[in-house]
């Protein structure tokens, strides 16, 4: 017997082997290609970094062109590289920021990544291009905030990997009109891999707007959980540098705030990873500042948008309701977009926070038409039947 299992043993590894070397054979043979993307984030009136990932390490870059009717190949277009001290990056995400930009202007775009096969000393092997499609197809479009008036956004929240919820709600808004999407907060259960990320809703905001219309993010409690979660900053990046940020739109600034966790930091669900007490002190110092500046004090509209709201119940909720619902009232906030609970309701002002609270529902989504006379925050079931409405003088 025994010299009959050594044979089968040895055909057992050798068909590991012959498998593990087709596999690898197949994979090098792949050619470099853009997996997910690419996608807007930090918009502002000067500039927009464009997000995407590829298959395979490269470097990339995007090249820009005016909307003003000339065919993409006309000329050698100007070129922005995903660069980090003068040197550009390798990678398989990369974040192009474009500067310099005019304000309410409309441009258009390609996205490039070129894979490098290998790195030696002073040399450096490359391999194929990936681009987007600007032959057979009209190139990707962007226009860049500065436009003074109205503005429109959509807001959905909680939804948890649901993609077909995602495609629901977001098939109520036009887009030839609406200006932005906020996305508020848990849009996965939990941050294990990119490719959870991507598939349980980055794919689909991609397909429907985020490759031409610019997203601002809100992280909510899920998205701090599991070891991908420190990777966030990576796929969403802000114009400070930080989870938490100021922007403009029209006749509104908007206060994005990160609400962290809400329980206490020593919760067992945490297993010591987390320090969202701390890391809420340091946003009350960032946000007594912020509110200083002559973006947020002259606009006529002052919005804050924070995923968990603030309440005397959980922890994190409480810690919201202490360290920065002072400053925003004495700062003239005048609503705060929340969700977390997964259900709606409408806190209305009161002794403690001196403006409403929209608390929006997983299954509902929040679309807002904003104008100098009155800010209106209208909120819309699967079905879209309005569900209720706040409008702000």
């Known amino acids: 017997m025994k010299s009959l299992m050594k044979p089968i043993r040895l055909s057992g590894i050798l068909s590991g082997l012959l498998f593990l070397t087709i596999a690898f054979r197949v994979n090098a043979q792949e050619g470099i290609r853009i997996s997910h993307g690419p996608y807007l984030q930090a918009m502002t009136d000067s500039g927009v970094t464009i997000v995407w990932t590829t298959n395979k390490s490269a ?63 002073v040399y450096i092997h490359y391999g194929d291009i990936a681009a987007t499609n600007v032959y057979s197809k009209k190139p990707l479009t962007f226009t860049t905030a500065g436009k003074p008036g109205p503005v429109e956004f959509a807001v959905v929240n909680d939804i948890h990997e649901r993609n077909n919820v995602l495609k629901q709600l977001l098939s109520q808004v036009d887009f030839t009109t609406n200006d932005f999407v906020v ?3 848990d ?47 990576d ?64 606009a006529k509209h002052r919005i804050a948008i924070c995923h968990i709201p603030p309440d005397a119940g959980w922890h994190g909720s409480s810690e919201i309701l202490e360290k920065w619902v002072p400053v925003l009232n004495d700062a003239g906030v005048q609503v705060m977009l929340s969700g977390h609970e997964h259900r709606h309701r409408i806190i209305q002002p009161n002794a403690a926070v001196k403006f409403p609270v929209i608390v929006n529902s997983n299954n509902n989504i929040l679309k807002a038409k904003i104008s100098g006379q009155e800010a209106r925050f209208s909120i819309f079931d699967p079905g879209g039947k309005k569900v209720d409405e706040l409008v702000i003088q």
């Open 183 to 185: 996305f508020n907060g």
């Open 59 to 121: 470097t990339a870059w995007v090249e820009l062109a005016p909307d003003d009717g000339s065919h993409f190949y006309q000329k050698e277009r100007q070129k922005f590289f995903y660069s980090t001290n003068g040197l550009k990056n390798i990678g398989t995400v990369h974040k192009v920021t474009l500067r310099d930009l005019k304000p309410n202007t409309r441009y258009r775009y390609r996205i490039y990544s070129q894979e490098v096969l290998k790195h030696e000393f």
């Open 235 to 298: 796929y969403f990046p802000t114009n400070s540098g930080h989870l938490y940020y100021m922007f403009t739109r029209g006749d509104a600034c908007f206060v994005v705030l990160d609400g962290g966790e809400d329980k206490p930091d020593s919760d067992i669900e945490y297993s010591g990873i987390t320090d969202m007490d701390n890391y809420r002190n340091e946003q009350t110092r960032w946000l007594n500042e912020i509110v200083k500046t002559d973006a947020f004090k002259k």
């Open 187 to 233: 849009m996965i259960n939990a941050s294990r891999s990119e490719a959870e990320m991507f598939g349980g809703f980055m794919d689909t905001a991609t397909a429907l707007f985020a490759a031409e219309k610019p997203m601002y993010y809100a992280r909510g409690n899920h998205e701090t959980r599991a070891p991908f979660a420190s990777k966030f900053p």
